[in-house]
């Protein structure tokens, strides 16, 4: 078959129809590969294993849902994208900036996320702190939740790292990272075809 034939089939198709499809997976993998090293890699690195701030996209760690088809929505209106209407949106307050708690609180929830992942004793008064403002989205035990794009505290996976005074400034000014939307610059079947190969590179769900 033509390649065109193939792009035409992958535009048409839905993420996991196209997984189905051996022959036609298996190209769609392959330009894929093509796609990331030419728009992705400098920020996800080349072996998509990421950098501060950008997410290693080869762990099964997600902040915004790891099926094909998420991984799809994600990459074709990216995160916090100021010119898609379809973009990943929610943000994390900034609790000292925005005066929501103040400097001890905030050392306190700091000592408390760090003991999640056994880096810091038990803090109670952080502990507390945490039950209201922060399990709503990180979840009751910092277990992370993809509706809000919210990772994992629990893991000692960082995505900013996680040494105390890291830990500290996010809590305190808030990151709000900015992943660019693709819809405006790669075709449908190029987004179909780097998401399945985001898919497959070990920890798609
Ligand atoms: C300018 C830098 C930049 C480029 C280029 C870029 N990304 Fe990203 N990407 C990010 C950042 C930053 C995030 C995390 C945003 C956040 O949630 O805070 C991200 C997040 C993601 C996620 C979500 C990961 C998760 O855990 O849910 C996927 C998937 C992704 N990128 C794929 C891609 C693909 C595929 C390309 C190329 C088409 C690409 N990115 C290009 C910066 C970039
Ligand atoms: C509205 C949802 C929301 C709330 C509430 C929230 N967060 Fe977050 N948090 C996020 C998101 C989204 C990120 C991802 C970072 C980014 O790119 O902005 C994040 C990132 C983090 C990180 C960085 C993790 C890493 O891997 O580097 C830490 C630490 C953190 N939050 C702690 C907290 C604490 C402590 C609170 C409560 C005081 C809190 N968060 C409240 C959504 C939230």
Same mark, same amino acid.
């Given at each position: 078959?033509?390649?065109? *034939? ?56 997600? +902040? ?16 916090? !994208? ?5 973009? @990943? ?5 900034? !609790? ?8 001890? &609180? ?10 999640? /992942? ?11 702190? !945490? ?32 040494? @105390? ?9 808030? @990151? ?8 405006? @610059? +790669? /075709? &449908?079947?190029?987004?179909?075809? *780097?998401?399945? !190969?985001?898919?497959? +590179? $070990? $920890?798609? &769900?």
């Amino acid at each position: 078959m033509s390649q065109k *034939v193939h792009t035409d089939r992958i535009a048409a198709l839905e993420m996991a129809q196209i997984a189905a499809d051996q022959d036609l997976a298996q190209f769609a993998r392959a330009g894929g590969a093509a796609v990331f090293h030419n728009y992705c890699s400098q920020c996800h690195g080349a072996g998509a294993t990421g950098a501060k701030g950008y997410p290693n996209l080869q762990d099964d760690d997600w +902040l915004w849902g790891g099926t094909a088809e998420d991984i799809r929505q994600t990459i074709a209106h990216g995160i916090r !994208f100021a010119d898609d209407e379809d973009t @990943r949106l929610s943000e994390m307050p900034a !609790f000292g900036r925005d005066e929501i708690l103040g400097r001890g &609180e905030i050392a306190a929830v700091a000592d408390h996320v760090l003991s999640l /992942s056994g880096q810091a004793g038990a803090n109670e008064a952080g502990r507390a702190i !945490f039950a209201d403002n922060c399990a709503a989205c990180h979840g009751e035990n910092g277990e992370g939740t993809q509706e809000p794009g919210a990772p994992n505290l629990a893991d000692a996976i960082w995505f900013y790292d996680g040494d @105390r005074d890291t830990v500290i400034a996010t809590i305190t000014n808030s @990151r709000a990272g900015v992943m660019p939307a693709w819809a405006h @610059r +790669l /075709s &449908e079947a190029q987004i179909k075809q *780097v998401a399945l !190969f985001v898919h497959d +590179l $070990g $920890g798609g &769900e």
